[in-house]
């Protein structure tokens, strides 16, 4: 080793006692480069020393990456456009993994002005948190500097593009039913699955949370809707980890630039705005920003204030209506379901699919859930002087049962009122389900124990049905309108609704046909697919308290 290197290791093995950094030095004329003790162990590498040191990184670097590290390193080495090599790159460490590499170095130039060394710095971007240490990928820092060189790139070319944001689907609820760590896994199978399908040299990027962010310079609205429909394909399937099953869907949000604006932050703003109403829209779908999609998003901010003052003050602006239901043989009035309304401080009605998610995004649905139950069963109680065994079904979202303050406070709140347990029905949306199946069955069982009936709603309409008939304890399913809408046309939708019904009856739980209109749709439920209750517009729509109360309560024999 000639001397000037047997210098400089000296100085790296001093430096590296401090720094995490890795350092390293080419002699040009010898083609010997030297290394870092601490580069050589974490990427195994055979020696300090090494006589053709392309020969043995090259193969480590990231095959997505080896196009651009061969074009900085020929800028200096054949034409000698740049004396400085500036690139973030990926390469193997010692355990396999891809790790995110920094890599700045000069070139050292003799009296004749000729290349004589090449040296430099190499540092791991998540020590210098550019990189997400759970899934590997470039963060939110790098994701920025992209953008903006992207918008540098347009304003010099007039070349745009798009800004992709995606966000996981009931990943919450993911880490509350397992773990965090659980949830990290999540992350880095879904982060591989998505790096496998973008197109090549484009980078995925870990944003905060759940998020990831793609840039796609040169794409139009067409590329981005067939990429987001690869990423559906590869995640609208249960999948497992460790022999335990979970289900997370994708939402996106998409800003054309220089259209959706030409600075970083507004970009961001609204990919962030169009994303959220992705997942406010149903979620599993891309939205695509425009001013109006930015102006509702706008408009459910304020709501989400508005709403919050409605909750403390009292549920001001609240109120249920109830729709009826009736034995479906007997016609005979059993019960009804409490609806929630709103109505803003300017008094226009709001209808449930905005105010409803941002009751449970705020958690407000918390608080606003037991004046719920309290108003229904005073209401149920004053009911039942008229028709003694009229009950109210209550629908109820995870996060009220996650609640360990709900189960009590129900149980007081019908002591209280000295109302029988069975007067009430507990009805859960079956898509707020996930997978925790047997928190849901201690809970539902702790009810049912007590006398309460449980109900699925919206039966048919989830990701598996019949998974979940299986798998959740309940007395009541509730088979969605979707499935009888087109009844007397379909004899599909006509067989489907009677073997359902015949497998519940055979499971001992008793079948609500939601969305019954008129009297044709009636006797199909009820004499070919063998119906025990009715609920839809055929008996009556959803009304206030006081209509309620006029049209069925005070009628003779509580017949609607």
């Not at 006692?17 to 870092?36: K, M, N, P, Q, V």
């Not at 005979?332 to 709103?342: D, F």
Request: aromatic share 12%; proline share 5%; glycine share 8%.
């Amino acid at each position: 080793m000639p001397p000037l290197l047997q210098q400089i290791k000296f100085y790296f093995d001093v430096l590296t006692r401090s720094s995490d950094a890795y350092f390293f030095i080419t002699d040009i004329e010898g083609g010997l480069t030297l290394l870092s003790r601490n580069w050589v162990e974490d990427f195994a590498l055979p020696g300090e020393s090494l006589p053709d040191m392309d020969a043995v990184w090259i193969p480590l670097v990231h095959p997505d990456d080896v196009p651009r590290y061969k074009a900085s390193m020929d800028a200096m080495f054949v034409r000698r456009t740049s004396d400085e090599h500036n690139i973030n790159y990926r390469a193997q460490d010692r355990e396999g993994q891809y790790v995110w590499l920094k890599c700045r170095g000069s070139l050292l130039l003799d009296e004749e002005k000729k290349p004589h060394f090449f040296g430099g710095v190499m540092v791991r971007l998540e020590h210098l948190n550019q990189a997400d240490s759970v899934t590997g990928l470039l963060s939110k820092g790098p994701f920025e500097e992209a953008v903006r060189e992207a918008l540098d790139e347009f304003r010099r070319s007039g070349v745009g593009g798009q800004l992709l944001l995606l966000g996981l689907d009931n990943f919450k609820i993911v880490n509350e039913t397992y773990n965090r760590a659980f949830g990290d896994q999540v992350l880095r199978a879904t982060a591989e699955q998505i790096a496998n399908i973008l197109p090549p040299g484009t980078n995925l990027y870990k944003m905060d949370g759940d998020e990831f962010g793609v840039l796609l310079p040169g794409a139009g609205e067409g590329q981005v809707n067939r990429l987001f429909r690869a990423i559906q394909t590869c995640m609208t399937r249960q999948q497992f980890i460790d022999g335990r099953m979970y289900f997370c869907t994708m939402s996106g949000g998409t800003v054309a630039y220089p259209q959706g604006g030409r600075e970083y932050q507004g970009l961001y703003k609204h990919a962030e705005a169009a994303l959220d109403l992705a997942k406010r829209d149903g979620k599993n779908q891309n939205v695509i920003f425009t001013r109006e999609q930015y102006n509702r998003w706008m408009r459910s901010l304020e709501m989400r204030d508005t709403i919050k003052t409605s909750v403390e003050n009292g549920c001001e602006g609240f109120s249920l209506f109830y729709q009826p239901q009736v034995d479906a043989v007997s016609q005979r009035l059993v019960g009804a379901e409490a609806l929630l309304r709103w109505k803003n401080p300017k008094g226009r009605m709001v209808s449930p699919m905005e105010f409803v998610p941002i009751l449970e995004e705020t958690k407000m649905i918390l608080p606003l859930g037991k004046w719920i139950v309290e108003e229904a069963c005073k209401t149920c109680k004053k009911w039942r002087e008229r028709v003694p065994d009229f009950h109210v079904s209550i629908n109820v979202s995870y996060p009220q049962i996650k609640d360990v303050t709900f189960f009590p406070f129900v149980e007081e709140a019908i002591e209280k009122l000295g109302l029988p347990p069975a007067a009430v029905t507990l009805e859960l949306t079956e898509s707020t389900i996930v997978s925790d199946w047997a928190f849901l069955n201690q809970q539902f069982d702790e009810f049912r124990h007590q006398g309460f009936r449980i109900a699925m709603d919206d039966f048919g309409t989830g990701y598996s049905s019949l998974a979940y008939l299986k798998k959740l304890s309940c007395d009541i399913v509730k088979v969605d309108r979707e499935f009888v809408k087109n009844i007397q046309e379909s004899a599909f939708d006509r067989q489907l609704v009677k073997y359902t019904v015949e497998l519940c009856h055979n499971l001992g739980i008793r079948v609500c046909i939601e969305g019954v209109e008129d009297e044709p749709v009636y006797d199909i439920v009820t004499k070919d697919c063998g119906a025990d209750f009715i609920q839809g517009y055929y008996f009556g729509r959803p009304v206030s308290e006081h209509d309620f109360e006029e049209m069925y309560i005070n009628k003779r024999g509580g017949t609607p």
